[in-house]
């Protein structure tokens, strides 16, 4: 649907600017215009309609959205347990830690970002994905800094990764009761 969309759209255009250059100057043929203007909205509107399609069928119709919702209160379960146990905790051993504990759970997110915006609209997924961007650069840097043993630097970016996850799943949970 989609792909069809795109070609009635890009044949519409093609009309347009034909019928616009074949035309005398400030004298626009209407009867051959309007169809082409006509054309060119249908295959807009059948792109955004096969896209949204799309998108809700690869999430099981909401299914995504609960997944994400069960991926960040992981995330956030873990990086609070990361987070007490920073003091004690080895500086070389939270890259380690971090590759156990977030890694499935980041990719995944990742991969159904998308039904954040389907679901929610394009303002909702920008609010998500700067916090969750974010606590990822965060963690990043506690994954770098263990590698290279800054134990300042990982007790500061854990705290930091925590409170940005939490902002993730305050928004998820806030749109979620609409």
């Known amino acids: 649907m989609r792909a069809l969309g795109f070609v009635l759209l890009a044949a519409g255009f093609l009309a347009g600017s034909v019928v616009a250059v074949q035309t005398a100057a400030n004298a626009v043929n209407w009867n051959y215009f309007v169809p082409a203007g006509v054309l060119a909205l249908i295959g807009i509107a059948l792109s955004r309609f096969g896209a949204k399609r799309d998108a809700l069928a690869s999430a099981g119709g909401g299914a995504g959205v609960q997944s994400l919702g069960e991926t960040i209160d992981r995330v956030v379960e873990n990086i609070r347990k990361l987070d007490e146990q920073k003091a004690a905790m080895?500086?070389?051993?939270?890259?380690?830690?971090?590759?156990?504990?977030?890694?499935?759970?980041?990719?995944?997110?990742?991969?159904?970002?998308?039904?954040?915006?389907?679901?929610?609209?394009?303002?909702?997924y920008a609010e998500v994905m700067n916090e969750f961007a974010a606590g990822e650069r965060y963690l990043n840097r506690v994954w770098s800094a263990s590698v290279d043993g800054y134990i300042d630097e990982i007790q500061t970016y854990v705290g930091k990764a925590r409170l940005q996850f939490e902002g993730t799943k305050a928004i998820l949970d806030r749109l979620k009761l609409g």
Request: no cysteine; glycine share 6%; charged share 30%.
């Open 90 to 124: 080895d500086p070389y051993a939270f890259h380690d830690r971090i590759d156990r504990m977030f890694v499935e759970d980041l990719n995944l997110f990742a991969d159904n970002r998308k039904q954040i915006g389907t679901t929610y609209g394009l303002q909702a």
